[in-house]
């Protein structure tokens, strides 16, 4: 009988996280697919102006802004966030082991906004003095970005790597490796598929982050020339206009969530792909 109870307890629980997804989705399209339709799909993806007292509703700027950001936070933060989880999986002194993973820990749980007070107190002064502009900008953003997908990259490889079989560690020892390419050669391969998990999840977490974004970004509507101009994202832009809009403003919005919507679902399914070919 209480195996029955869990397995219904369990079920109810994967309906409601379907449900749950499944509201939201009616939500976003019901409201903003509309609103697109007024605005004109075209216009509305492709127009690089946004102006909400004139009526001009183009959010090409917020999505180059949301790529370019990403992309910036994946550059600087990956890499690092890899290579640190190797070291603390495989090369990490026992004595250095716990603190350092306190710290990654305590990394994950610092809030957006004290990331981006720090950014605004720290990061933006040392690439105006470092770079010149006004340190609020696309370069900015993605080092901040870089700093808060690391933990999500570190534990999830470190996860991964940790999860290899000492087998193929022990079989390159055998064979006349030495301990790093051992590591680098054997295990790292091994441990693909999660590490790719690591980086999807880095992906998401940069991508639909907003305070710290606008705090350092700069929130200028427009294509941005330059890694040290101003720049605004499409979570940017629904958090700033979404108290005072109203209207066809508010249905935009809405329109905008729904573009960050499925780019957020087109990112997971070509990963996906790529995890899948790289199991196989």
């Known amino acids: 009988m209480k195996e029955k109870a869990m397995k219904i307890v369990f079920l109810i629980a994967a309906c409601v996280s379907i ?35 004139s009526g001009d509703y183009g959010i090409l700027p917020m999505i180059l802004g949301s790529i370019y950001v990403t992309a910036g936070a994946m550059v600087i933060g990956v890499p690092i966030g890899i290579l640190m989880a190797v070291f603390l999986a495989k090369f990490c002194p026992k004595k250095l082991y716990k603190p350092l993973k306190s710290g990654v820990d305590l990394l994950a749980g610092i809030p957006s906004v004290v990331y981006g ?28 970005l870089g700093l808060m997908i690391l933990p999500t990259v570190i534990e999830t490889s470190e996860s991964a790597i940790q999860a290899v079989p000492d087998k193929y560690y022990e079989g390159a020892l055998a064979l006349g490796a030495t301990h790093e390419r051992s590591v680098y050669k054997t295990v790292v391969p091994a441990a693909k598929s999660g590490i790719l998990a690591g980086v999807i999840l880095g992906v998401g977490r940069a991508i639909g982050e907003t305070m710290a974004v606008i705090m350092v970004a700069g929130n200028q509507a427009r294509i941005p020339s330059s890694i040290l101009k101003g720049v605004r ?15 066809l403003h508010r249905e935009a919005l809405i329109a905008t969530g729904v573009v960050l919507f499925v780019f957020i679902l087109l990112i997971n399914l070509i990963f996906s792909a790529l995890k899948r070919r790289t199991v196989d």
């Open 19 to 53: 449900l749950a997804v499944a509201l939201i989705c009616i939500f976003l399209f019901a409201n903003g697919i509309p609103a697109m339709k007024e605005i004109g799909f075209l216009n509305f993806l492709t127009g690089t102006k946004w102006r909400a007292s």
């Open 117 to 144: 007070f720090f950014g605004l107190c720290v990061l933006v002064p040392m690439v105006q003095d470092v770079f010149g502009g006004s340190g609020n900008s696309m370069l900015t953003a993605s080092i901040l």
């Open 233 to 247: 994202t499409m979570t940017a832009n629904i958090v700033i206009e979404m108290g005072y809009a109203q209207d």
